[in-house]
């Protein structure tokens, strides 16, 4: 690579990416949201989805679950980065653990008579998605499986008169007995 | 001393810059004299007679006197004002009022720095906050512990754009370590016992406790500091593991040409992580070099010293770097000064990275043996396994290799009787001042660079200079807090400059505490490292980095109440540098060196260790071909 006039030393990386799920127990005290975001935004961090609610109202814990994608050697500074911030109990790669599920809930609001409506039902029952919310020419679906499964069923809708689209963001949570 | 307190009191009068929601009673109706615009708490006759229940201003106070503090930088505001009222009327802490709040910034880390204690900073809302960021960021980079306490404005009008008011825990939150908006007083003590804490353990770095007024005015019940005052979430990893630093330890035994390459973090470790590293070299007879932040660990005396490292460090240093087999990080973390190219970076080595953060190990470098831990208990453990299993290897070869990069003589510049290189200048005042009690302070840019290179330091916790930031008006306020931990010291900023008029205006808090520092200006009109990199690498288009209208120093001295003095000649720099000495007062000492002499050696951009370019040869010729893309090279 052409070296630019330049006090730094600019280098190409060709890592390739991986994406990773990471699940992280914070202490529940304002601002701690904004540290989690202001990292991955502050230090070019990718977020493809994120996920906040406090789970453990008693002892003041919420559940962050983050999708990122980065290079091998990112994901790990990533993961270091959160670990030491202050109000951070633990940060699990449930990618890395490998026995994880994942699951995202969106809600799928379309608009149609006839024939679509029709087979958007049809669809619905293959995709065991749920009728929330209908009207003489409208629908609303709740999905709920992983990101890909989601994916392709909004795919489906969307030629059958989809018109918008709410999704939570991914929870993830380590199969067996074992706790993180 | 009472009725003093009390008329002052009175003079200050009900209204501050801000009013207090719960305030209903009109001004004018106050009869007895109060000490601010909020109502009289109610309390039991019990809790009347409780030493613990105090006002959120003087837990602030009580907090620092419990954790040591003796001294804090500060300046005063409307969102402070009940603090600096108790500051007022105790005498444990002594404050030290700067002119700016960045000058109190960087006093607190020249004083964190030179003492291993945190420094403490106090400053109003808004601008007074806002003015902290420099040194907070500056702090962060270079994990100096500081505990910064903003006034902020009252809670219910947070939020309110009141006059003052800015979002201190949203604009400091990337530059602290950890920072606290505290919204009720009841969290006050906890949150301040805990600022300390944070700050001052693990990788040490500053805080924020952002105080609204109302809290300082409201009252509860203090507690001295616990244990319980930290989050549980908190707990940084102090102890290396066993099995890491048996593999460390078995890797240096088997080195044929091992280097050790420490930094800041041996000095933040403490005294006891110099003296295990001086053992270390000792015990191993490994060569070593350092980061500018880690100079002083190991004496620039001693015999395994190659000099500092990276860009402007020495070829022995960076050839040692890039032929060894083993190396040895301690407390460093391979920072693109370093470094150079990272994917040429020492090709052949096996990699052992000590660190006490996590977030340091891999960052940059791929190492094969992280230790995670406070470098001082890692380095105990290393050396007592060292002794106990290992012996010296016999490395004869790889000294013979390091003395024929020495011999290139890497520091050499061509000497001159007429003008005043600014080598020979720092080279004078350590001859001048080694052997005394003496700290050094640095701004930014080529002198910073040279006062690395040609100043020996022996001892650490000597040298203070803005490493990461990189923060230009660094050098003056931190040689403000280092004489202030340390009265009887000699204490000189190293200076250019341009630097050093980016926070002159702490000349007056010199003169004002009699704190008898001495700015030693390296006055070659230029900003001159920005200088150096426009002839190196943008055609010698000198785009403003030239100083037009400098002023007098002399008379600006004066103007202060200080000591001017100024000098042109080789010849008279040694006896202007002992009267400077003697002078028991600030000094501007203006030294007027060569206007277009460059840095060297240098790593040019994007070059590996062993492609450094060094004085004899930077010619025209070989700086163009060094930095082929400058193509119109003077």
């Known amino acids: 690579m052409e070296q630019p006039a330049s006090a730094y030393f600019m280098e190409e990386r060709h890592d390739p990416n991986e994406t990773h799920t990471l699940s992280i127990l914070v202490q529940n005290e304002p601002g701690v949201l904004a540290r989690v975001i202001g990292l991955f935004s502050g230090r070019g961090y990718n977020i493809e989805s994120l996920t906040v609610s406090e789970t453990e109202s008693q002892k003041h814990v919420s559940r962050i679950t983050i999708v990122t994608t980065g290079t091998p050697m990112v994901i790990q500074q990533i993961k270091h980065q959160l670990d030491r911030m202050i109000p951070v109990y633990r940060v699990v790669d449930m990618t890395l653990t490998g026995r994880s599920i994942e699951r995202e809930l969106a809600m799928v609001k379309l608009r149609g008579t006839g024939e679509h409506r029709v087979e958007a039902l049809r669809l619905a029952e293959a995709f065991r998605a749920r009728v929330i919310d209908a009207t003489t020419e409208s629908f609303v679906f709740e999905i709920t499986g992983n990101s890909q499964k989601i994916n392709q069923f909004i795919d489906l809708m969307r030629p059958l008169g989809l018109v918008e689209i709410s999704r939570t963001g991914v929870a993830a949570i380590g199969r067996g007995a074992e706790g993180m | 001393m009472a009725e003093a307190i009390h008329i002052r009191a009175v003079r200050m009068g009900p209204l501050g810059p801000f009013f207090i929601a719960e305030t209903t009673e009109p001004i004018s109706n106050q009869t007895k004299p109060r000490r601010g615009a909020h109502p009289e708490p109610v309390m039991s006759e019990n809790e009347r007679h409780n030493p613990n229940q105090m006002t959120g201003a003087a837990m602030i106070v009580r907090a620092l006197a419990d954790h040591g503090v003796k001294h804090i930088f500060g300046y005063p505001g409307g969102a402070v004002l009940p603090i600096y009222d108790e500051i007022f009327q105790q005498d444990e802490v002594e404050h030290i009022l700067v002119r700016h709040e960045q000058g109190a910034g960087h006093a607190a880390e020249g004083y964190a720095r030179s003492t291993g204690k945190p420094g403490v900073v106090l400053v109003t809302s808004g601008p007074g906050a806002t003015n902290m960021v420099t040194p907070l960021t500056d702090a962060l980079m270079d994990s100096i512990p500081l505990v910064c306490i903003t006034g902020q404005v009252p809670t219910h009008l947070i939020g309110n754009d009141a006059f003052q008011e800015c979002d201190t825990v949203g604009i400091t939150r990337p530059c602290t370590k950890h920072n606290w908006l505290v919204r009720r007083i009841e969290d006050l003590p906890k949150v301040l016992h805990e600022a300390f804490y944070v700050a001052t353990t693990g990788r040490p770095g500053p805080v924020v406790v952002d105080v609204p007024k109302d809290v300082q005015f409201a009252t509860g019940l203090y507690h001295p500091p616990r244990k319980s005052d930290v989050h549980i979430s908190y707990s940084p990893r102090l102890k290396g593991d066993a099995s890491q630093i048996r593999k460390a330890v078995a890797l240096l035994a088997s080195a044929k040409r091992p280097v050790i390459y420490s930094g800041g973090g041996v000095i933040n470790s403490g005294r006891e992580a110099s003296k295990l590293l001086r053992e270390l070299v000792a015990a191993t007879g490994f060569p070593i070099t350092s980061t500018l932040m880690g100079l002083g660990a190991y004496p620039a005396s001693g015999a395994n010293w190659l000099g500092m490292l990276g860009m402007h460090g020495t070829y022995e240093a960076n050839m040692a770097m890039h032929d060894c087999d083993v190396m040895l990080c301690v407390g460093a973390r391979f920072d693109d000064r370093i470094t150079g190219r990272t994917d040429a970076f020492s090709p052949n080595s096996k990699k052992i990275h000590i ?5 340091s190990i891999n960052k940059n470098i791929r190492v094969d043996v992280p230790i995670i831990g406070d470098v001082g208990n890692v380095l105990g453990d290393m050396l007592q396994v060292f002794k106990a299993e290992a012996k010296k290897p016999d490395i004869k070869a790889w000294w013979g290799e390091i003395a024929k990069w020495r011999a290139r003589n890497s520091l050499a510049y061509k000497k001159n009787d007429e003008v005043i290189l600014p080598q020979f200048a720092i080279q004078r005042l350590f001859e001048a001042t080694r052997g005394r009690d003496t700290y050094i302070t640095t701004e930014v840019g080529q002198h910073q660079m040279w006062a690395a290179q040609f100043y020996g330091f022996e001892e650490p916790h000597r040298w203070m200079t803005s490493g990461g930031l990189g923060t230009m008006g660094y050098g003056l306020p931190s040689a403000l807090g280092v004489q202030v931990a340390h009265p009887d010291s000699l204490v000189i900023d190293i200076a250019g400059d341009a630097s050093v008029q980016m926070t002159m205006q702490e000349m007056s808090t010199a003169v004002q505490y009699e704190l008898p520092i001495k700015i030693f200006i390296l006055n070659n009109q230029y900003m001159g490292m920005v200088r150096q990199w426009q002839q190196l690498l943008h055609g010698n288009r000198l785009s403003h980095s030239y100083s037009e209208a400098m002023p007098d120093f002399v008379k600006m001295a004066e103007a202060y109440g200080g000591v001017g003095f100024q000098v042109f000649k080789p010849g008279d720099l040694d006896g ?59």
């Open chain 2, 355 to 359: 660190d006490i953060d996590p977030s």
């Open chain 2, 576 to 634: 202007a540098i002992m009267d400077m000495i003697k002078v028991k007062k600030p000094v501007l000492f203006d030294c007027r060196v060569a206007t277009l002499e460059n840095c060297f050696p240098m790593i040019p951009s994007g070059k590996a260790h062993n492609e450094m370019l060094l004085p004899a040869e930077a010619n025209d010729e070989a700086t163009a071909a060094a930095f082929a893309g400058g193509k119109a090279l003077v």
